[in-house]
């Protein structure tokens, strides 16, 4: 079946702009992670879904992010007024509902602040 | 912030040599995963292991796990050009909210020349 799709694949934008970075999770997947992935921190654990609900969001970094997931399915990630330290690739995952189960990727969302 | 260091952050090797890369964590686990990531694509999973498991096999894969040094291998056997790419140990704690989340290690080039 179809895998983690992101989108867009790269977005550059300048700074201050608003961005939405989207994911549709594998078919029938419960849990939706997103992490960041930069080269000074590595990648990083930002929020995770488990259905509609975010058990976790203490990676967001500043309240300039936030993310919503509706249906139990597509997720959406956003930034507003984005800061140059805001560039990075930004990765989604999901798994089954079953806790403690491998993590699908999709191939991210490369972000470029100018 | 990074829970795991691995070792070595490079490695370079012939195709049909073994390829030895460690993971150490800081803090109690449930289980460890490996996840492989070639340049500019999402990650891919490898293998988990449970807290309560020491060795696991997979393929060309052995994955080993010690819990009293908070420490994990893992080994590709006879390599070949195509597993040329970065490897990263992700370890998920206990229980409560953050069941899902992952936290990797830095990660390690693997470059296997043909």
């Known amino acids: 079946g179809a895998g983690v799709s992101q989108s867009p694949s790269n977005k550059v934008t300048e700074k201050g702009k608003d961005v939405e970075l989207r994911c549709d999770p594998i078919s029938g997947h419960t849990a939706l992670y997103w992490y960041r992935q930069s080269l000074g921190q590595g990648l990083e654990f930002l929020i995770y879904f488990q259905g509609n609900s975010a058990p976790d969001k203490s990676g967001l970094p500043s309240d300039r992010f936030s993310a919503e997931r509706t249906g139990g399915s597509v997720s959406t990630l956003t930034i507003q007024r984005t800061q140059q330290e805001d560039s990075a690739v930004y990765l989604c995952?999901?798994?089954?509902?079953?806790?403690?189960?491998?993590?699908?990727f999709g191939d991210g969302t490369r972000l470029s602040i100018l | 912030s990074q829970q795991g260091e691995e070792d070595p952050q490079a490695l370079s090797i012939q195709e049909g040599e073994n390829a030895t890369m460690n993971c150490s964590y800081k803090t109690s686990i449930n289980n460890l995963q490996w996840y492989r990531q070639n340049s500019g694509r999402g990650l891919v999973h490898l293998i988990l292991?449970?807290?309560?498991?020491r060795e696991k096999h997979s393929g060309r894969l052995r994955v080993t796990l010690d819990t009293s040094k908070k420490s994990s291998s893992l080994l590709i056997t006879a390599s070949r050009a195509a597993d040329t790419a970065s490897y990263f140990c992700a370890t998920a704690p206990w229980g409560g909210t953050s069941y899902g989340k992952l936290t990797f290690g830095q990660g390690t080039i693997l470059t296997v020349h043909p």
């Open positions: 995952a999901s798994s089954p509902s079953r806790i403690y189960q491998p993590q699908h």
């Open positions: 292991i449970r807290s309560n498991e």
